[in-house]
């Protein structure tokens, strides 16, 4: 199994107009009708997806708050707001995984914040219950994560939403999905860039204190490209993670060298186990960690004072689609990624958003595998790429 994670994005954006998907091209601001722009992937805009941005987009269920950060700006200039989509014809690769195999449309984020805390529930269902993970880690005089003593906003899950907020220690202790599988014996890797003082906190086995300072830090993997020469030779672990360099996110920043790197470095990797002997028992998922302050129609349930957020696509591909090309509106949180895992490889639950979500089974029909088909436009990551050229310069509660 395969667990890619991409940034920042919701199905509103990344799918709108997506046969049979849930999106629509009319949103609300201030409780009135406002037109969705088509853009292309990497535009101009990174909109505000801090915990209190949540809160201002979600408006207590109106979601009409999502060009908050532009009152004093011109809302109808296409790279000024978040009422956006992205233009077709610039993921064409995802769009083309959706129709071979399923997109999950009706996916919620496990948390309300940026990416971070997405990344650390990835792997634990939770952010650190009581006191949950709601914006990003920075550094302090030192390394990030248990290696150095970086801080971040929580927010007390135990208070009512919005919650109650407080800074302390990013660097925490919890079960995760890597702990189950240890203690069952099965294999993984986390790939990751060698970010160095970047992006760091998108790499969340670094703040798990006993994954960073224990032996499971070997099996994280640097750089995220060596997933593809372990593919090809034949050393994939039973489960793996993908963690992607900046550039090859679908983050919204800027210009890169390739538009497009984000479609042509997933395709890289399923095109890579297509064409490998992998391909007929092997799973992969591809998520987007938040939804990057873009506008999603669908109001997501709201549990406690950190969970659930917006809705995240989730791509599901395997050899074994239940009904290809049709989207799933099965309603469920991204903690369904682990609920399959455990459900796969016969493990107890961790307990937390996974116990409360289903195991995508619904998405399979294991009658016959069908094809990969043909390779995707794809490329590994060009070399304009800067592992730090984002994260360290970012604001502290938001990426």
Not at 40 to 54: K, M, V
Not at 313 to 329: E, I, Q, R, T
Request: charged fraction near 15%.
């Amino acid at each position: 199994m395969i667990v890619l994670v991409q940034e920042n994005r919701t199905v509103d954006n990344l799918f709108n107009g997506f046969p049979g998907a849930d999106t629509v091209r009319t949103g609300l601001s201030n409780g009135r009708p406002f037109p969705l722009i088509p853009e292309p992937l990497e535009p101009a805009i990174n909109p505000d997806h801090s915990y209190a941005g949540f809160v201002t987009d979600y408006d207590n269920g109106n979601m009409d708050g999502f060009g908050h950060e532009l009152k004093n700006q011109n809302p109808t200039s296409a790279n000024q707001t978040a009422y956006q989509y992205v233009d077709p014809a610039n993921v064409q690769n995802y769009w083309a995984l959706a129709s071979r195999f399923t997109l999950s449309d009706e996916v919620f984020q496990m948390n309300m914040g940026p990416s971070f805390a997405a990344h650390v529930n990835l792997i634990a269902a939770q952010g650190g219950y009581p006191l949950a993970f709601a914006g990003n880690a920075g550094l302090i005089n030192g390394p990030p994560g248990c290696l150095g003593r970086s801080k971040i906003l929580l927010v007390d899950m135990r208070t009512p939403f919005p919650g109650t907020t407080s800074h302390g220690a990013a660097c925490q202790d919890m079960p995760t999905i890597f702990d189950l599988l240890d203690t069952a014996g099965i294999g993984w890797r986390y790939y990751a860039p060698n970010y160095g003082i970047g992006l760091h906190f998108w790499s969340a086995p670094y703040y798990v204190a006993h994954l960073a300072e224990g032996a499971s830090s070997s099996r994280i993997i640097s750089p995220e490209t060596t997933v593809l020469g372990d593919i090809a030779n034949g050393q994939l672990q039973p489960v793996s993670y993908v963690i992607p360099q900046l550039c090859t996110s679908d983050h919204p920043h800027g210009t890169y060298a390739d538009e497009l790197a984000g479609p042509h470095w997933i395709a890289a990797v399923t095109n890579a186990v297509g064409a490998s002997k992998y391909w007929d028992n092997t799973l992969i998922l591809v998520t987007w960690d938040d939804w990057g302050g873009f506008y999603d129609h669908v109001v997501p349930p709201i549990m406690n004072a950190d969970q659930l957020g917006f809705r995240t696509p989730l791509l599901v591909v395997s050899a074994y689609p239940a009904s290809a090309g049709k989207p799933d509106h099965t309603v469920r949180n991204q903690a369904s990624i682990m609920t399959a895992i455990e459900s796969i490889f016969g493990l107890p639950s961790l307990g937390q958003l996974d116990a409360i979500t289903d195991d995508l089974s619904k998405d399979f029909n294991f009658k016959k595998p069908v094809a990969y088909g043909a390779p995707l436009p794809s490329a590994t990551p060009p070399s304009t790429c800067l592992y730090d050229s984002y994260g360290s310069a970012s604001a502290p509660d938001q990426d």
